[in-house]
């Protein structure tokens, strides 16, 4: 039986902020996908940097199945292939590679491919992609660069990721063609390691508060 996936931007429109997970510990990933849920995070991604993600990806479905969880950090079709066997509910990339484009189709995979300029803005365009990941964000600008952009592709929407902190947030959301963004200020390595669920719940909830302006 095929899975059946959402499309990418309603994935991006349940919510502003998407937490983004490096995890070392698979049994602890439950409890983290918990303390998100719990504080009103319904989407979050989980990158495959470490033996454990995709473990962790399967134990993060199993304790929280009301959320949809996507897997980052996948750089070509094995890591895709791996992602969706581990029951990822979408990809991110950092960046992207034809080869990689075509295996996401081919799967008919919901994906943000990462981008950083105006000419992989219309490559990812010109394969089909309309919604896209802007990194590194603080390094190249995030927000006068979707500010100029905005005129030459109306129909891109994008999840600015790469050193967006929480004072940065709104200024993002202004920008129209910015539908979320992605941080990893919401699950911190020393709150994960101490096993405060509560502190990762609380920042959820302020993460969660964030909406993009009407």
Known sequence: MTAKYLPMR??????AVM???????????????????AGGIKVFEITLRTP???????AMRAAAPEAI???????????LHRAMGAGAQFGVSPGMTPELLKAVRQANFPFLPGIE??????FAREMGFKELKLFPANVIGAIPWL??????????????????KPGDVLAHLSQPNC?????????PADA?????WKAIETLARQAASFKRPA
Request: aromatic share 4%; proline share 5%; hydrophobic share 50%.
């Open 69 to 79: 969880i996507g897997a980052g950090t996948i750089l070509n079709a094995t890591d």
């Open 192 to 196: 994960i390691a101490k096993g405060d």
């Open 19 to 37: 937490p983004i997970l490096t995890v070392a510990d698979p049994v602890a990933a439950g409890d983290i996908a918990k303390a998100l849920v």
């Open 10 to 15: 309603e994935i991006m429109a349940q919510g």
């Open 117 to 122: 300029t105006t000419s992989e803005a219309m």
């Open 52 to 58: 454990a993600a995709l473990k962790g990806l399967e």
């Open 147 to 164: 500010a100029s952009i905005k005129p030459v592709f109306p129909d891109l929407v994008f999840c600015a990721t790469g050193g967006v």
């Open 179 to 187: 539908l979320q963004v992605g941080g990893s200020w919401v699950t």
